[in-house]
């Protein structure tokens, strides 16, 4: 904890510079800059088309940058192949519960481990998941298409934790989920934030988000809105404007 | 799961019963037919384990990779070619190919070992070509393939100082393959599909069908996983065309083409192309009504009605019906498993209804 409430002790464990990213000839980011460090949960706000979820794939390496920098770990990744960049510990929970639908649930969290870590290692890892995620032991040999959206977002988070990455990105882990679920989600990113895990969480439900963040960025339209402590954001910016448009925010 | 049970509940329960049942199945039914001694239907059920040969390869690539290989009967050609030309004795060859090549006319290896050799070829040449092609996924990939299968064909078919060209190529004056050997390689390269299936190569490779981006989000080389599942498909192709060429005695490069590729898919499609359960049941369905349909056929155009052709009409609708109605075929998808079979047993007689009319669809 005491990194994340003073975070210039340490450098950054990731860092991206006036990121510009375009599909085709429609511009998604502008050149955006955040920085995360070591033991950090960043939690990135704003609405659908802000760039939020363009910022995670870029990083990830999905999407390939026009300009701007990536810094991870002190390695420009900018540009490399998202397997690449996997290998150096970034691990992206993507939206839409992307899970392997027609493999197991112990195959989808054996390809998660893939790579990073040994046999051995991974059977311990596996207790530690059962642990965290108590429902995937009862269902580990089904298809992890059969699972519940909940469980298939539980599943997705678990295949990027047993990679133990140096930064866990998370794409709208809430979203399309009941709201019993949205809270079991909360809960159990609270509980990754308890074991000093990395965290880039990207979240259109910003209320629940800036509760857990230590701190914030908000996007609109790909540039950089705001960035700093979470409480200060509901003061400094009209997050009204931002949301519904700009112009005259709050008359509703 | 790992403490008080026998091993022959883990047994039971674990993933591992799937390539006994089909193992045993096949034994008994080879032995079966054999024990028969009626040269008619051995002949059908030599072929058909050939053929299962040729699927589970087909199925290797396909069923974990997602992408339709058009290409694989042209290494199955290979095969074929390459290892007759390793077996076949220089004298024998000079007579038969006066046209071929010096230092292939030299070539002389025993048998078993020829076709090695020729599966060894075929992979090699698969080896060479396919790095870039690993690129291509979905319709782009499967025209490629399908590109790929007409060069191919082409140069056996026109390259007569190697196959004779569009002349008969007689391998030999007598069948060197019999049902035992076809039997003996067919369960090995059971165990050999199920063992790739169940690698961490095949459990990336069956990632990269499910979700490509994910895939490689989760650190997995897509091109790197799909190469080495389309080198060893061909392997198996090459394997197979050598037990074929050496059975049927005289090839030509036409039988290695798109219609065999048809067979070879409605067969895994039938079955359920995403296990290797479906490759198994799908080659033992289309056989048998393959060979139903030609009966009765020929009954019909005794009877004056001239049907030649109507079985591959009925199989051509048998592969729409399913890819509309049953895309993952009769297995749907799943493993042969006996803690599936144990399941099934205890699940009231309707289901079992429901299921067994699904099973005979295909010999309607």
């Known amino acids: 904890m005491s990194q994340a409430s003073d975070p210039k002790l340490s450098d950054p464990i990731l860092s991206v510079k006036d990121l510009v990213v375009a599909y085709g000839s429609v ?41 701007g920098q990536i810094i991870f ?57 059962y642990a965290l995620f108590p429902i995937l032991k009862q269902r580990i040999n089904q298809a992890g298409g059969l699972l519940s959206g909940g469980e298939q977002q539980m599943l997705a988070i678990a ?91 709050g008359e509703l | 799961m790992n403490s008080a049970k026998s091993t022959w509940t883990r047994f039971i329960d ?19 037919v054999w024990w028969l001694n009626i040269p008619f239907i051995e002949d059908i059920c030599t072929v058909a384990t050939i053929t299962l ?29 390459a290892s007759a030309i390793f077996s076949m004795t220089p004298e024998f060859k000079a007579k038969q190919i006066p046209v071929m090549y010096e230092f292939l006319v030299n070539l002389h290896l025993p048998f078993p070992l020829a076709l090695i050799a020729g599966a060894l070829f075929a992979a090699l040449v698969a080896a060479v070509i396919a790095w870039p092609l690993m690129r ?32 008969t190529f007689t391998v030999s004056m007598g069948r060197i393959t019999d049902i035992w050997l076809a039997l003996f390689v067919a369960v090995l390269v059971i165990l050999a599909v199920f063992w790739f299936k169940e690698s961490s190569v095949g459990l990336k490779l069956r990632a990269s069908r499910d979700d ?20 060893t498909s061909a392997f198996i192709g090459g394997l197979a065309g050598g037990l074929f060429a050496h059975y049927i005695v005289s090839i030509t490069a036409m039988a290695f083409y798109m219609g065999e590729v048809f067979v070879l898919l409605t067969m895994t499609i039938i079955g359920g192309s995403m ?53 993952n075929g009769v297995t749907r998808g799943k493993e042969l498993s006996l803690s599936a079979i144990k399941r099934f047993l205890r699940i009231g007689n309707n289901r079992q209804k429901q299921s067994k009319g699904l099973d005979q669809k295909p010999s309607n």
Not at chain 1, 219 to 229: D, E, M, Y
Not at chain 2, 285 to 306: D, M, P
């Open chain 1, 159 to 249: 295949r990027a934790l047993i990679s133990h990455p140096e930064l866990l990105m998370m794409d709208e882990p809430s979203l399309g989920l009941s709201p019993t679920m949205v809270d079991t989600i909360f809960e159990l990113i609270a509980t990754l934030k308890e074991r000093k895990i990395t965290i880039l969480l990207v979240e259109q439900n910003a209320e629940r988000a800036l509760q857990i963040a230590d701190r914030a960025y908000l996007l609109s339209t790909g540039h950089v809105k705001f960035a700093g402590q979470p409480a200060d954001m509901q003061s400094t910016v009209d997050i009204t404007a931002v949301y519904l448009g700009e112009g005259k925010g």
């Open chain 1, 27 to 67: 511009r998604a980011l502008h050149g955006i800059s955040l920085e995360v460090y070591p033991g950090e949960l960043v939690s990135v706000c704003g609405v659908n088309g802000s760039g939020k979820s363009t910022t995670l794939k870029t990083i990830a390496g999905i999407l390939k940058p026009q300009s």
């Open chain 2, 136 to 167: 291509l996924t979905d319709s782009v990939g499967a025209i490629t393939q399908f590109a790929l299968l007409i060069v191919i064909n082409t140069m056996l078919n026109q390259w007569q100082e190697v196959t004779n060209g569009p002349r």
């Open chain 1, 73 to 129: 770990s002190n390695k420009s990744i900018a540009g490399k192949k998202p397997e690449q960049i996997h290998k150096l510990g970034v691990a992206l929970v993507p939206e839409g519960r992307e899970i392997f639908p027609s493999l197991t649930v112990a195959e989808n969290l054996r390809i998660g481990a893939f790579g990073r870590y040994s046999a051995k290692q991974f059977t311990l890892d596996l207790e530690d998941i």
């Open chain 2, 212 to 231: 490509r981006y994910a895939a490689r989000s989760s650190g997995i080389n897509i091109i790197a996983v799909r190469y080495y599942g389309y080198v």
């Open chain 2, 275 to 327: 296990s290797v359960s479906g490759a198994f049941f799908g080659t033992l369905l289309i056989t048998v009504s393959q060979q139903l349909l030609r009966q009765l056929e020929s009954i019909v155009t005794r009877s004056g009605f001239e049907a030649s052709g109507t079985t591959d009409i009925v199989l051509g609708l048998l592969m729409i019906g399913f890819l509309a109605l049953l895309p």
């Open chain 2, 53 to 81: 040969i040729m699927v589970l390869g087909f199925q290797l690539f396909m069923g974990n990779s997602g992408i339709l290989n058009w290409s694989y009967a042209g290494y199955i050609g290979i095969g074929a070619f």
């Open chain 2, 14 to 32: 674990s993933k591992y019963s799937t390539p006994a049942i089909l193992i045993t199945i096949l034994i008994v039914l080879d032995s079966f």
